[in-house]
Structures are given as structure tokens and as C-alpha cells.
């Protein structure tokens, strides 16, 4: 947080710092000042800029706006950042980002799936030059042309692949077929490939995102989750693998929430959803909606017998926890309550889809923010 623009400066300069050296996003240093200006409730950075007095927001809404101004792919690098998280366990390759392999790699992989099944153009079947038009993706993705692997980069806002140097070095020997240009000029007028500089002004090539990346992203993030827990939850790498899907899905706090999920604290509570139960009351406290949706719904589908137990919590720690945020006294709640005897009960069964129980808590903050003259005192 900053209460001036030369605060907001030094904050824009290490966010982007995280962004650009630690994930490796294509992302400028004056997207990230517009993002401080968003974040501190301005329309932009220029806005900020000119504000005489800059009054900070508290740090909820401060964290809220900051990440609703950045793009989703940006979050778990944002989040680590702003949760002051230590660096996690990972490869060290020297022109490598550390944070390259949980932050930008989930995007590479899903991206080689997705085009090589719906791009059509790369298909087969798709005419004369498909092999090298597959060649000039997919192979690129997966490094077939030899030399040095390229470490491609995330420009996060539309999700493209940025590899960085000449065509003759990304594509090495396939750089010299002779209808090359052809079918890279036709992968270019498709608009799957774009040849430029990226932010850095160097020469770049630009890897279209396939549509849907970001759900297949986190849809196999979850997969894995399952997949990582039938073999040894009690494994320290499970619980590590664990966290970092996690963070994929921006979940804040991932290492407490991987710890409920696999029960590591479980001896210390009377059922099997107590860890979780603690984890949740934090996350509604904070406000993290959507990582409280998220963690109901990643322990219902890894321990199904324990879901009913936890499901019966998820009300309490609504009111409790989380309304309290919005200045709901015990009075209104009791008005509103008496006006929805059913209210409880929805929640649980809205409780087994993510989406449904953001929607149904959302709608109940509605009501507090637009009372109607049930809540009349």
C-alpha cells in the first residue's frame, strides 16, 4: 500500500520486478503503474499521478482492486508477493525466472494440448504444408527444431507465448524449408503467429493463446490435485505439488489449505474436517471468497464422507466471519434471518458448486448493501 505517488512508484517497481524477473510476464513497467492506479481506486496511473492527496484504502479493498486490475494469470505471483510468501522449491536453470515453472509453464503445457487437438489450420487434414504449419506451433512448444531450448514468456493479458530471439535461431533447421515463409505468413494472416518486438524492444515471436486456455489451465490443476492424492497424501512432495496447483487456481494461502486437504493436523481435532474448518474460518475473515468456495469444494471431492460434516459449518462461518466484514450487526442478521428461514439450508446444497455458493453469498450481501424493510430497524 502507498499514500503517495512516489510510494506508488516504488510499489509499481517491485510488483513489476516479481512479474517480469521472477514469473516472466511480458507485462511493462506503465501496465503495472496503471494497475497502482486502479488499485488505489483511480481510472488510471496518469489520474494518480495528478491526485494531490492519495488516500489509501484499507488493505482488503486495497488487495481486492490490485487484483482485479491485474490479469488472472498474474495472480499466484501477486498473491505470493502480497502474502510475503518465501520462493518455492524449484529447478534453477539460468535464464530461467524462478517462479517460471509454477507461474507461466501451466499455460506452456495446456497450450501444446490445445492447439494440436482444436487449432485447425494444424490439423490434419487441413490441406498441403499441415506437417510444417504443425511444425511452426506445436514444434516450437515442444522445442523439435533443436539447438537451445526457448523459454518462452507469458503476456498475460491475452495469454500468447513470447519466445525471444530470430526465426532462423527459434526455428533452427526448419527456418530453411522451402516453403517456410508460405506457411508462416498463413499462420500469421490466421492470426496464430505474430512477429515483433516484445517489451524489452527485441526481435519476438508471439504464439497465439488457443481459446480456452485459462479454464484448461485450472481445470487441470485440479486434476492433478486428484490425481497427485491416490497415490502417497502422506508424501512431503504430494503436499508441496499440492500447494503449488493450488496457487495455480489462486487460492490464497495454499500451504495451509494443502495441509487441511491432506489432513496433516487432523489428530488434533475431533473430525476429519476440522483443518479445513480452521482454514476456512480464516479465509471468510479475509474475505477470500472464492478460495473458501474453492477449498469446500477440492475437500468434498477428496474426502466425499467428510463433506456432509464441513457442509454443516459453511453457514456459521458465512455469518460469523465473513458478514461481519460488511458492518452486519447481530440485530440485521436476526431481521434478514427471520425474513429467509431457508437461507442455511441453500447455502448447503449451494455449497457443492464453487460457482453456486459465490453466487448465493454474493446475493446475500446484496441484501445488506440494498436493505429492503425487513432490515428496517
Request: proline fraction near 8%.
Amino acid at each position: 500500500m502507498f499514500n503517495s505517488t512516489e510510494g506508488a512508484k516504488v510499489c509499481a517497481a517491485k510488483l513489476h520486478k516479481v512479474l517480469q524477473d521472477g514469473s516472466g510476464f511480458v507485462f511493462s513497467h506503465h501496465q503495472v503503474l496503471d494497475v497502482m492506479g486502479l488499485a488505489a481506486g483511480c481510472a488510471s496511473w496518469h489520474e494518480l499521478n495528478h491526485t494531490q492527496d492519495i488516500r489509501p484504502a484499507d488493505k482488503a479493498t486495497w488487495r481486492r482492486r490490485l487484483l482485479g486490475a491485474l490479469p488472472l494469470a498474474c495472480h499466484p505471483a501477486t498473491i505470493a508477493w502480497l502474502n510475503r510468501e518465501v520462493q518455492p522449491p524449484g529447478l534453477v536453470i539460468d535464464d530461467v525466472p524462478p517462479r517460471w515453472y509454477f507461474d507461466v509453464s501451466p499455460y506452456w503445457m495446456a497450450s501444446m494440448g490445445l492447439h494440436r487437438r482444436h487449432t485447425a489450420l494444424i490439423r490434419r487434414g487441413s490441406g498441403p504444408g499441415q506437417v510444417l504449419r504443425e511444425a511452426l506451433i506445436v514444434g516450437l512448444l515442444i522445442n523439435q527444431h533443436g539447438g537451445p531450448s526457448p523459454t518462452p514468456r507469458l503476456e498475460p493479458r491475452g495469454l500468447s507465448l513470447v519466445y525471444r530471439g530470430d526465426l532462423a535461431t527459434l526455428y533452427g533447421k526448419t527456418f530453411e524449408h522451402p516453403d517456410f515463409q508460405t506457411e508462416f505468413d498463413r499462420l500469421v494472416e490466421a492470426g496464430l503467429l505474430e512477429w515483433r518486438p516484445d517489451d524489452r524492444k527485441v526481435p519476438a515471436l508471439w504464439v497465439t493463446a488457443p481459446p480456452g486456455l485459462q479454464d484448461a489451465v485450472e481445470e487441470r490443476a485440479v486434476d492433478m490435485v486428484l490425481h497427485w492424492l491416490e497415490g502417497d497424501p502422506a508424501s512431503e512432495e504430494v503436499e508441496i505439488r499440492l500447494a503449488q496447483m493450488l496457487r495455480v487456481l489462486r487460492v490464497d494461502r495454499p500451504d495451509e489449505v494443502a495441509s487441511a486437504l491432506l489432513l496433516s493436523d487432523a489428530g488434533a481435532h475431533i473430525v476429519p474436517s476440522g483443518p479445513m474448518s480452521d482454514i476456512l474460518s480464516r479465509l471468510a475473515a479475509e474475505g477470500s471468497l472464492r478460495s473458501f468456495a474453492l477449498a469446500v469444494d477440492l475437500f468434498g471431492r477428496i474426502h466425499p464422507g467428510a463433506r456432509d460434516n464441513l457442509a454443516g459449518y459453511l453457514p456459521a462461518k458465512v455469518v460469523s466471519q465473513y458478514l461481519p466484514r460488511l458492518g452486519v450487526d447481530a440485530m440485521t442478521f436476526q431481521r434478514w434471518s427471520a425474513a429467509r428461514p431457508g437461507w442455511a439450508d441453500a447455502l448447503i446444497v449451494a455449497s457443492r458448486s464453487p460457482d453456486a455458493f459465490i453466487r448465493a453469498v454474493q446475493a446475500i450481501e446484496a441484501d445488506f448493501r440494498d436493505p429492503g424493510p425487513e432490515l428496517a430497524a
